[in-house]
């Protein structure tokens, strides 16, 4: 009897990841764009007239990419996702500022430029942890409810109004953990407040190619007869 309930763990568990054909992939690829949003954090752009963090452009995308992992393979993998982003997030900040703190030679004369972009990986890490872990669970939290009411439909609804709630709230948690003492407190506010138009507006855009990925991937991983997260747990 154990035998066969150890047995019957293990073809569980390898459903439940190692026949999805694009479920590393697409890890990848969300992991990928959090890194990314962490190098350009401190480059502020100009987007028509309104200043905004370069991480914006990137980060706001992720969330979209999150609300397509839930939707092919289940909140309980997209939540263990979180997690596991939040390690490569540590670990790729301990690396470039362990690297960063190093000496250079004489003739070296680009560290001033080095400590500019990367001196502060590490603090942009340790600030978004918190904004990420509530913004990245209350956005699953709420797309996977709404998928329940709505029987699986309207992707692009559940997934821009779940991911502009969470976004207001990653904006203005990890915003003001990030550059508080860097620049003036009114500025910060101002720059927070117009990141979050920006990422609603820009979300409005950014639903529609997700939507397309969700419809693509959902498909592929039906031709490979893969078995989908239909009963979703709130008890958790």
């Known amino acids: 009897m154990l035998i066969s309930s150890a047995i019957l763990k293990d073809n569980f568990e390898h459903q439940q990841t190692g026949n999805y054909k694009y479920i590393r992939i697409v890890a990848m690829i969300y992991i990928t764009f959090l890194l990314a949003a962490t190098v350009v954090a401190y480059r502020i752009v100009i987007i028509g007239p309104v200043p905004e963090p370069g991480s914006t452009l990137i980060y706001t995308f992720s969330f979209f990419l999150a609300n397509v992992y839930t939707e092919a393979y289940g909140d309980k993998l997209a ?71 709505m029987n699986g439909r309207f992707f692009w609804f559940r997934s821009l109004l779940a991911s502009s709630i969470s976004e207001g709230a990653a904006t203005f948690i990890s915003g003001l953990i990030t550059f508080f003492g860097m620049i003036p407190t009114t500025k910060i506010i101002f720059i927070m ?44």
């Open 193 to 236: 407040a117009s990141a979050l138009i920006f990422k609603i507006v820009y979300g409005l855009i950014a639903v529609w190619p997700a939507t397309f990925l969700a419809f693509i991937i959902k498909k592929k991983e039906r031709e490979n007869d893969i078995r989908f997260d239909s009963s979703v747990s709130f008890s958790e």
């Open 79 to 149: 939540k263990k996702l979180i997690i596991e982003s939040i390690f490569c997030g540590y670990l790729f900040a301990t690396l470039l500022t362990v690297v960063n703190l190093l000496p250079s030679p004489d003739y070296w004369d680009n560290t001033g430029a080095y400590n500019q972009v990367l001196g502060h990986v590490l603090r942009f890490t340790n600030a978004g942890v918190i904004g990420f872990l509530i913004s990245s669970f209350l956005n699953i939290h709420l797309f996977t409810i709404w998928k329940s009411k």
